[in-house]
């Protein structure tokens, strides 16, 4: 049986998803902002990565996370308490949460729907929390987006371990091209989706460290294990992969695309 | 013998690059502004699809235009005339320009480096003819960066044809993630870099044309016959590529991404 969730969650995921978070918000949370008083429910928070940025983006709007593992949204809560934010956080399945209809007036999705089977299916079942005319605001990767130099086929087949183990768990780590026609398929209107792109080289070491190898680098090393159960990789492929990963890091360059798209009920 | 420059110098190819020019000009050439008086020279203008831009942006700067084809600098002469902007052409081969030392306070490149065997050993070449402290702007594609949805093998083995046939011709399809190190290794200093993204899909169909089909699309179109006579491909496996870029342009998304340099002497 897959775990669902490909990236696992051990303190050390946790702490490559804060970077990540640190490093990307300005970019991925360009435009979401809210009104005062706006009812913001955020689907599939997680440890409280994009909620904290959210939060502190939106400081009078009233945020709701939710997310369907416990200790998860214990991770959130201690995020949230320590910079002094106040959300409310609710453990639930996003195809069942306790909230009536139209109880929100914007909905936030960032990083859930690569991991779901049927992300139109996930989408249409939470539309219901949103009042008619509220906006949805979806973030998505796209790891057939990344590029590196040095060119490596050995990173690269190491990225392929990662976008096929994230497919055998049901998900797809290439979703972000595909936003726009999830985004019409699951009803919504005036669907728009703009790439979101994220650069490091060496005349940005901050980039490098937070990006390259905090992110991007790490959220491959995540896998290892798996590909190797899966025999997806052998043990001197997968490190000659991640040498080239690291090698893009030290004095080369990285690129890749994240996908924004915002659309109205 | 390979033919050097991958895309050829039909009417057809012409009228791509000024397609290509015009819906991209807005994001590729943000910031590409020089002071009046301002020296500047383009290396490599071809027909002038990017000359048109750089004229009609910098109506007060003395752009002077150099390439290599005298077939394409005419056309680039008609264009220019048919905007009343001012550019002084010149042919001559960029290893040998008539023009003095530090003569220009500028210089601009844009899709020239990819075609080259050694982009660095250029640049060095022409960096004789900025004064020192001017600045030089990049433009580079990077064919590895377009993605596609639906996605398709087939897409992806034509796209593959089209970087291949460039490698084979001495140049370089994937320059742009590795713009960063040829800059540096011109000898150029304060050397920055960032992704210049596009992305097309059915909520903005004039991208969709301008773009997906008559930029990108027919950028691999163009190459087909010599990828058949290279023996890359076969007519079917071809139409199948073609097919598969069609249904992007038709219902689908595409995204590419080009990356922007600059750097100074």
Known sequence: MPEPYVHGYSP???RRLADQANVLADR?????????????LEVGCGVGAQTLHLARNNPHSAITAVDISPASLAAAQ??????????????????????PDAAFDH???????????????ALRHVTRYLRPGGSLT????????????????????????LIELQRRAGGDGCIGR?????????GFADARVEPVPIYADPSAPDAVEAFTRNTFNAMVAGVEQRALEAGLTTRDAWQRGMDALERAAADGTASYCFFRGTATR
């Open 78 to 99: 201690q995020l949230l308490a320590g910079v002094g934010a106040t959300v409310d956080f609710v453990q639930g399945d996003l195809f069942a949460l306790p909230f």
């Open 178 to 186: 595909r936003l726009y026609p999830v985004l019409c398929a699951a």
């Open 138 to 161: 979806v973030i998505e990767g796209d790891h057939g987006s990344f590029l590196c130099h040095p060119q490596s086929a050995d990173a690269d087949a190491a990225v392929a371990c």
């Open 12 to 14: 050390r995921e946790a």
């Open 107 to 121: 909905l936030f999705v960032c990083f859930v729907l690569e991991h779901l089977p049927d992300p139109v299916d």
């Open 28 to 40: 991925l949370h360009a435009g979401v902002r809210y009104p005062a008083g706006a009812r913001v």
